[in-house]
């Protein structure tokens, strides 16, 4: 079963970027779903960004569309989340997941996993001048 460890959070001022890795140890991430998951304080879980293992596509939540990319380093078995133009609603707990289950994207909610899911620990952002 593959294992995943987030890093790279840390504190940034609004209109700032960060770069975010989720490092895979054992199965290459091509053989899952893939995604990143934020949660803020008291606050729902929110699907930022997924990728589909049937065909590559990669998906957005409206929140992060056009300021947040995933992409895979490959060599590295990583999945990276470089976010541009921070804002105070970027801040939260920044989790990846890897899944074998069902990868669904709604847009008003972002990525959902249904099925057995593996998630990292997480790795904490914070947006704050």
């Known amino acids: 079963q593959v294992q995943l460890v987030e890093s790279g959070g840390d504190l940034v001022q609004p209109g700032g970027s960060l770069r975010l890795s989720c490092a895979a140890s054992g199965p290459t991430l091509s053989h899952y779903h893939i995604g990143w998951f934020r949660q803020a304080p008291g606050g729902q879980r929110e699907g930022v960004s997924c990728i589909s293992s049937l065909d590559g596509s990669t998906y957005y939540a409206d929140s992060v569309k056009g300021r947040f990319t995933t992409s895979v380093d490959k060599a590295a078995n990583t999945m990276i989340l470089q976010m541009t133009r921070m804002n105070a609603e970027d801040a939260g707990n920044y989790f990846c997941?890897?899944?074998?289950?069902?990868?669904?994207?709604?847009?008003?909610?972002?990525?959902?996993?249904?099925?057995?899911?593996?998630w990292g620990r997480g790795t904490p952002v914070t947006v704050s001048s």
């Open positions: 997941a890897a899944t074998h289950g069902v990868l669904r994207f709604l847009p008003t909610s972002g990525c959902v996993f249904d099925g057995q899911t593996v």
